[in-house]
């Protein structure tokens, strides 16, 4: 049974730094994909970070420069490092892993609250 924990979301101030992790039981995240979504209130969940199987890592434009997805392999877990925080970054943050062999397959952590004052 594939299980995705999220941790290390709060409140910070404008300017600040978070790092979220998600830690993976069931899946190993360096033969798969991940990501990091987010969901504003009101809002779509939006892809803002993913790194896939081959390494090839993409951003939203929105966090470019600012956010840096990474794993640590022998902790099975994924990073997000967070700086620089506005308080449109304000959401809830998930972790996904995903791959279509030998079927498509998504899990998804239960999220994070992140929250940026201004």
């Known amino acids: 049974q594939v299980q995705l924990v999220e941790s290390g979301g709060g409140l910070v101030q404008a300017g600040g730094s978070l790092r979220l992790s998600c830690a993976a039981s069931g899946i190993i995240f360096s033969t798969n994909n991940m990501a990091w979504y987010r969901q504003a209130p009101g809002k779509q969940r939006e892809l803002v970070a993913g790194?896939?199987?081959?390494?090839?890592?993409n951003y939203a434009d929105s966090v470019k420069g600012r956010f840096t997805i990474s794993r640590d392999t022998a902790k099975n877990t994924v990073y997000l490092q967070m700086n620089s925080l506005r308080p449109e970054d304000t959401a809830v943050y998930y972790c996904?892993?995903?791959?279509?062999?030998?079927?498509?397959?998504?899990?998804w952590g239960q999220g994070t609250q992140v929250t940026v004052s201004s």
């Open positions: 790194r896939t199987s081959g390494g090839t890592i």
């Open positions: 996904n892993v995903y791959g279509s062999v030998p079927k498509i397959y998504s899990y």
